[in-house]
């Protein structure tokens, strides 16, 4: 038979994004008010599973967060219960250690029968270590990249692609006024989702997708054209995962103690250093970076994070194990957690919106 639910653990892990305290109050509400659960926020992502920081969380502790951005219970996207760095050797390298037990202990400790996972790739990876262990997990899909594998969408991806398209509205201004070429780099890791959303969003005429590697010279016939066709700036929307052909992508910093230690930014920077040399139009780039995690949730990203929650708590009443809930067909609904952990969802180069925007004239620097 299965051990009936009475106390649950509450993580969010990975980069923050918009729409987390959605979520957590959807999980804590729903699972105290209709289910008289306990309820009980672990800090810091799997950190605090590690360094057994887990508080109760009453309803008063989640009331008026919904539309607050970030994560009231804080997160790690360094803390892999696997691999864990605990300090330095001699030559200054990370020293890694499995410290699972120390979390299975915590988790025994606060006697919580379940864990509410909330997090992207990395998380669900991490859930692994519980799932093996027999730890019942439900996960929920977070991630602006939306590139979680088997879930149509992840919640903060539409206020991600919210805030760039604002900012690259912002930035047609300088770019007509002065005649420009401008750059503006959005996040998203390897996978294109965000900038080809707030490219297509904003009109932008140029969309670099790190799943398209750039040709350069195209590039800057498609702005020396419009230049001389009477369109006098041109508005690029670069992901920073992107790579010119044969190239690589740009790496801004290593982070060893982080189980995935790439930090991607800068080939904005570079391609327009690039698109000056060989087009003589005076070209600027600029990096949006956190700035598009940050902030309220629009409304589409606190109601998912609401139907999320939701049927996290209704899945786990159901006696279902190792689930992730996710959105397929805009139908809310749930699949085996271990089907999305270490695979990324990249933008498929046919993708219906790919076409539309070649459609209307966007250049998609291939
Ligand atoms: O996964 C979310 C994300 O914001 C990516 O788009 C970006 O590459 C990465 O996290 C940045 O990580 P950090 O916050 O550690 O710099």
Known sequence: MTKPIRRLGVLTGGGDCPGL???????????????????????????????????????????????????????????????????????????????????????????????????????????????????????????????LHGTDITFGFLTAVETATEAIDRVHTTAQSHHRVMIVEVMGRNAGWIALYAGAASGSDV?????????????????????????????????????????RQVVSRIDPTSPDPVRLGGVGEQLADDIERCSSIETRAIVLGHVIRGGTPIAADRVLGTQFGYHAIEVLLAGKKERLVVMRNQEVTDINIRDAANKQRLVPRDHQLIRACKAVGTCFGE
């Open 207 to 247: 969309i670099i997708l790190p799943e398209i590697p750039y040709n350069l010279e195209s590039i800057c016939d498609f702005v020396r054209f419009r230049s001389k066709h009477g369109k006098r700036f041109s508005i690029v929307c670069i992901a920073e995962g992107a790579k010119a052909e044969g190239g």
């Open 21 to 147: 305290n959605a979520v957590i109050r959807a999980v804590t509400k729903s699972a105290i008010y209709n289910h008289e659960i306990e309820v009980y926020g672990i800090e810091d992502g799997f950190l605090g599973l590690i360094e057994n920081r887990i508080r109760r969380l009453h309803s008063a502790d989640v009331s008026n967060i919904i539309t607050r951005g970030g994560t009231i219970l804080g997160s790690s996207n360094k803390a892999d219960p696997k691999r864990f760095a605990t300090g330095y050797n001699e030559s200054g390298d990370p020293v890694f250690e499995d410290v699972s037990d120390k979390c299975l202990k915590h988790i025994e400790e606060h006697k919580l029968d379940a864990l509410c996972l909330i997090g992207g790739d990395g998380t669900m990876s991490g859930a692994q270590t519980f799932v093996e262990a027999g730890i019942n997990c439900i996960g929920l899909p977070k991630t602006i990249d939306n590139d």
